[in-house]
Each structure stands twice: as C-alpha cells, then as structure tokens.
Nanobody, 124 residues
Framework: QVQLVESGGGLVQAGGSLRLSCAASGRTFRMYAMGWFRQAPGKERELVAAISGSGVATFYSDSVKGRFTISRDNAKNTIHLQMNSLKPEDTAVYYC?????????????????WGQGTQVTVSS
C-alpha cells in the first residue's frame, strides 16, 4: 500500500516562504512521477507543480511559475515544494500525489495515490 505523508505547511505573511515535503513509501519511488496540487475553499483541486520519476522534467502552473520549485530525492523517497514570494491567493490545502507512470503527469486523473494534505495560509 502506497502512503504519502505531507509536512511543512503553516501560516506565513505575504512575501514569505515555506517548504513542503512529502515522504512516500510502498512503491519503487523513482519509477513514478509526483506532483503537488492545492485546493482552496469552494474551488477545484488544481495542479501546482509536477516532476518526473527521474527528476529531469518539471511542470509548473502559470500562477506559481518563478516562485515555486519542485524537487525530489529518490534516495530518500521524498519530494519537496519550495514556495517563495507567497501571496494570499496561495492559501489552500496542499496535497502530494503519486502518478501512474514515470514520465511527467499533469492531469489529476492520472494520479493513483494522495496524501492527507497540509494547510498553507498566507496572510496579507
């Protein structure tokens, strides 16, 4: 059984930074793409960033491009999301997802497993 456990969320002022982490178990980690999604109240879950199994390919939504960086450590079965220059509109529950294949996965339907989520709140 695959388990994903997020950590690192919290409350930060606008312009600040946070680093989210997601620890994975139950799969050969490097064989699967990973992603970070977020869901704000009353809105659909949206992709924030994704990374291929090898870590070579990445994808960012336009809303976070240039501010967020996704990375992975396959030796530690962990991915990270470094979030800089945070804005109040970044406030959401952030979820880690494990894709169904090694190559980059950008559709939520192509993710097999999800973490429980971690709250990020950015105050103005």
């Amino acid at each position: 059984q695959v388990q994903l456990v997020e950590s690192g969320g919290g409350l930060v002022q606008a312009g600040g930074s946070l680093r989210l982490s997601c620890a994975a178990s139950g799969r050969t980690f490097r064989m699967y793409a990973m992603g970070w999604f977020r869901q704000a109240p009353g809105k659909e879950r949206e992709l924030v960033a994704a990374i291929s199994g090898s870590g070579v390919a990445t994808f960012y939504s336009d809303s976070v491009k240039g501010r967020f960086t996704i990375s992975r450590d396959n030796a530690k079965n962990t991915i990270h999301l470094q979030m800089n220059s945070l804005k109040p509109e970044d406030t959401a529950v952030y979820y880690c997802g494990c894709g169904a294949r090694q190559s980059l996965v950008i559709r939520a339907v192509d993710y097999d497993y999800w973490g429980q989520g971690t709250q990020v709140t950015v105050s103005s």
